[in-house]
């Protein structure tokens, strides 16, 4: 039989991700915006944008080359060509589906979705804000790999009434193919660690037992960096030891190499999160006070009265609020944000300098005790 790349060795597999807050990329460390910046929106499904990232080109590309080269031996190269496109097409759809999943159960809990985004290791479903309890997050990560099961099923039954119709013995092989790699999919994401949908579930029982979310996060992304890890020397090894594997083993190098990255990611933001919630707006304000470096806190200090002209319409922040609210009101396309004392406007504060004062904390730096905002 003619090898696609390594046709019993590449991993059909696909990563169903969903991320919470994607965040500013100097405020979060947030992978997922820098990597999704040229993503095409082509289509939105009751209202959830459907976007598509250049890289899938190469999913896309492995997909029709794998298949192909399943079926050039029995069928010939342009029968197998296009049963090739015709899955790439179906898996993708597959994928959507899977994401969809995702997006539709998380908006049934209240969770407002931003987009579903298809790139080379699969698919990734963006959301505005995490779960609030752990059975949202365990519902929202388990429907995903539920449903590429479902497809599995399907297409498995369909493919028990191709055999009648013309061009059956193709169709059939091709959907018992789909409905194989949709079976994968699902199982290889439910493996506990984060981001896969196995880790999200890991987490929400944790979340459920420990009663700490942050511990729970921590332990599911440790667990994904393991993964990642195990994943990356799996291809090494079929490097070295199955020399004609070599895409494949490509293929687990970058798939391990994602995990890895996207773990530890998921790891620092937690940590994050917990500082941005120890926090309160106030302290961030007399940080920048210690460290005139920072050239922080205001930049256009207000008279109490309201800022108007460019400044109307933009957020505000009360100086008692956590770092939380003050870094998430950063989240639309503002660059700067009116801090509030006890409801009168101070000033307004720009996001490279919340970004330098969350350095300086990153650090370990503390604002001195009782410094109080000068504004
Ligand atoms: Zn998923």
Do not use: K
């Amino acid at each position: 039989m003619t090898a696609g790349p390594g046709s019993e060795l590449a991993p059909p597999t696909a990563i169903g991700a969903v991320v919470a807050r994607p965040g500013r990329p100097d405020l979060h460390d947030g992978y997922l915006p820098r990597m999704f910046s040229r993503a095409v929106h082509v289509l939105s499904i009751r209202g959830i944008d459907v976007r598509l990232d250049p890289t899938l080109v190469v999913l896309a590309a492995l997909i029709v080359w794998t298949f192909a080269g399943r079926f050039a031996a029995e069928h010939g190269w342009s029968s197998a060509t296009v049963m090739g496109l015709g899955g790439m097409v179906l898996f993708l759809a597959s994928i959507l589906a899977h994401e969809l999943a995702h997006a539709l159960e998380a908006r049934h809990r209240d969770i407002e979705v931003d987009s579903i985004t298809l790139l080379i290791f699969g698919g990734v479903t963006q959301m505005h804000a995490h779960s609030s309890r752990p059975r949202d997050e365990f519902a929202i990560a388990a429907v995903g790999p539920f449903v590429s099961l479902l497809c599995g099923a399907i297409l498995g039954l369909i493919s028990l009434a191709t055999p009648l119709l013309p061009w059956g013995d193709q169709l059939t092989q091709l959907l018992r193919l789909l409905a194989a790699l949709n079976v994968v999919l699902a199982v290889f994401n439910l493996v506990p660690g984060a981001p896969l949908d196995g880790g999200r579930v890991l987490r929400a029982l944790l979340w459920a037992v420990l009663g700490d979310r942050s511990r729970a996060i921590r332990v599911a992304a440790r667990c994904g960096q393991l993964l990642g890890l195990t994943i990356v020397a799996y291809g090494i090894w079929i490097a070295v030891r199955v020399p004609q594997a070599t895409i494949a083993a490509l293929w687990y190098l970058a798939i391990g190499g994602f995990l890895y990255w996207a773990a530890g990611s998921e790891h620092r933001n937690s940590r994050l999160d917990d500082l941005y919630s120890g926090t309160r707006v106030r302290e961030v304000v007399a940080l920048g006070r210690d460290h005139p470096a920072t050239s922080f806190p205001l930049e256009t200090p207000t008279d109490g009265d309201l800022p108007n002209g460019d400044d109307a319409g933009l957020p505000q922040v009360d100086l008692d609020a956590d770092l939380h609210e003050l870094v998430d009101a950063f989240q639309g396309h503002h660059d700067r944000v009116i801090l509030t004392d006890a409801g009168e406007p101070i000033g307004t504060v720009a996001e490279r300098y919340v970004a330098r004062a969350v350095a300086l904390l990153r650090r370990g730096r503390r604002p001195t005790a009782g410094s109080e905002p000068t504004p």
